[in-house]
């Protein structure tokens, strides 16, 4: 803490100093955080999948991206339409219920699709950690929607925090404090 050459020649700095590290995100992950929960059409969804495609992890019981493309390319849906109507003479009430729903052959095919998971770093040069997302669609008026919704990816972030911070306190041998000074 003392800034001159010799021990006394300054006073001491009274440890007046700190250190920050503000870790960079990484490219995938601010390619598929920009994207969470964000519908596209058809032809957007597959030009992003086409486009991060390295990004999509092969695991058991998961899609990979060669199969998330073809389906995202190929997407065939199927839905039953009907509209059930009744009226009450006695009262003049009406009730009409409209059910769009999809066959069963769609929901049949589009379980292997359900959810697919990432492998992707956190933090620019940090490692690549599993990041679950589940896959949605809405057909209104006609007209297909895709998109995803990324599973707890605060708890891939705090992960990817502790170990960043684990490696600091182990290549520093300093203590790690938490907070806020500079209010």
């Given at each position: 803490?003392?800034?001159?050459?010799?021990?006394n020649d300054t006073a001491a700095g009274w440890r007046d100093f700190s250190a920050t590290l503000i870790p960079e995100s990484s490219h995938e992950w601010k390619t598929w955080a920009a994207h969470d929960g964000k519908p596209m059409s058809q032809?957007?969804?597959?030009?992003?999948?086409?486009?991060?495609?390295?990004?999509?992890?092969?695991k058991e019981d998961h899609p990979s991206g060669t199969q998330m493309l073809q389906m995202a390319i190929k997407f065939e849906l199927s839905q039953d339409k009907k509209i059930k109507s009744a009226i009450r003479i006695?009262?003049?009430?009406t009730n009409i219920e409209y059910v769009d729903t999809d066959d069963a052959a769609t929901v049949e095919r589009m379980q292997a699709f359900d959810k697919?998971?990432?492998g992707i770093p956190v933090f620019w040069q940090g490692q690549a950690y599993y990041l679950a997302a589940k896959l949605r669609y809405?057909?209104?008026e006609g007209n297909l929607t895709l998109w995803y919704d990324l599973t707890r990816p605060d708890i891939v972030i705090d992960?990817?925090?502790?170990?960043?911070l684990s490696e600091v306190?182990?290549?520093?041998t300093l203590p790690i404090l938490y907070g806020d000074i500079s209010k």
């Open positions: 803490d003392h800034q001159g050459e010799k021990l032809f957007e969804f597959a030009q992003f999948i086409e486009d991060n495609i390295k990004d999509v992890a092969t006695q009262s003049g009430g697919f998971m990432l809405r057909v209104r992960d990817a925090v502790k170990q960043i306190q182990e290549k520093t």
